[in-house]
């Protein structure tokens, strides 16, 4: 609960939290967000939220599953926003906890306007997204200085219900930034033939990370041209795609951290 005197006087009104869980690894959350499931009355969580977070939550607290993938909803938007609503209304403090940031490919702007139009005060706790940390746990800077200053965070799946035109894939081609595709897995080889149709060469390197942070990590490393061996297995599965020049630097961090590691075995204790 939190105190609001906007119109005069002291007024107890419930507060939602939109949290970000972070990339997969539970301690990966910020302290706000971790804070924010210790106080939390109910919390509805998504199917990219690490489960070991909800053990940060209080005893008897309502944990109530949302998560969407491709093709496999357990409850329409819509629902889930009424839903949030309804909590608000019974005076929960309630936390919707979303995989990554919140604000990155969460819907959130949906969920915010359910809660505007029924006059309760929100909460954004930004976390880590999956491009930021995918890259990192490859080893790849997003962007380089001489390589690129351009970063794209671009969904690789249509969504039925986006309206205006379908993304221009030979456009984004054109800007030779690095292309971070969230939730591709299922159209990469449609993605990667659009890619090359827009100037970017068939060498061009590719990373796939998928379960990125989590110790069931995998790294796979191509070139647009081996887009459907890159894809492999890994229908369904969580996987960031990065597309760039920068991805041939992860090659460099993994050699100076064999270096390090090296160097470490060698020195006297």
């Not at 539970?26 to 109910?42: C, N, P, S």
């Not at 986006?162 to 930034?177: F, I, K, M, Q, S």
Request: neutral net charge; hydrophobic residues 45%.
């Amino acid at each position: 609960m939190v105190e609001n005197a906007a119109r005069g006087g002291i007024e107890k009104r419930p507060v939602v939290r939109l949290v970000g869980a972070g990339p997969g690894a539970a301690d990966l959350i910020t302290l706000r967000g971790a804070r924010a499931l210790q106080e939390a009355d109910v919390v509805l969580y998504d199917d990219l939220a690490n489960p070991e977070l909800l053990e940060l939550c209080g005893a008897g607290v309502e944990k109530i599953y949302v998560g969407k993938r491709a093709g496999a909803h357990s409850l329409p938007q819509g629902e889930i926003n009424t839903l949030l609503v309804a909590k608000a209304r019974e005076g929960k403090r309630v936390v919707r906890l979303k995989g990554g940031d919140p604000m990155v490919f969460g819907r959130t702007a949906e969920e915010i306007e359910a809660l505007a139009t029924a006059g309760f005060e929100f909460e954004i706790v930004p976390g880590v997204t999956a491009a930021a940390a995918a890259g990192a746990a490859a080893g790849i800077p997003l962007t380089q200085r001489g390589v690129t200053s351009a970063t794209v965070f671009v969904a690789g799946h249509a969504c039925a219900d986006r309206n205006g035109a379908p993304t221009n894939w030979r456009a984004l081609a054109a800007l030779r930034a690095t292309l971070c595709i969230y939730m591709g897995t299922r159209r990469f080889s449609e993605i990667a033939c659009e890619l090359r149709g827009g100037g970017l060469p068939e060498t061009t390197p590719v990373a796939v990370v998928a379960g990125a942070t989590l110790t069931s990590q995998s790294l796979r490393f191509g070139t647009l041209a081996e887009a459907d061996a890159l894809l492999g297995n890994l229908q369904g599965r969580p996987a960031m795609i990065i597309v760039g020049e920068v991805v041939r630097w992860s090659e460099l961090a993994a050699a100076a951290q064999q270096g390090a590691s090296a160097g470490m075995m060698g020195c006297e204790i």
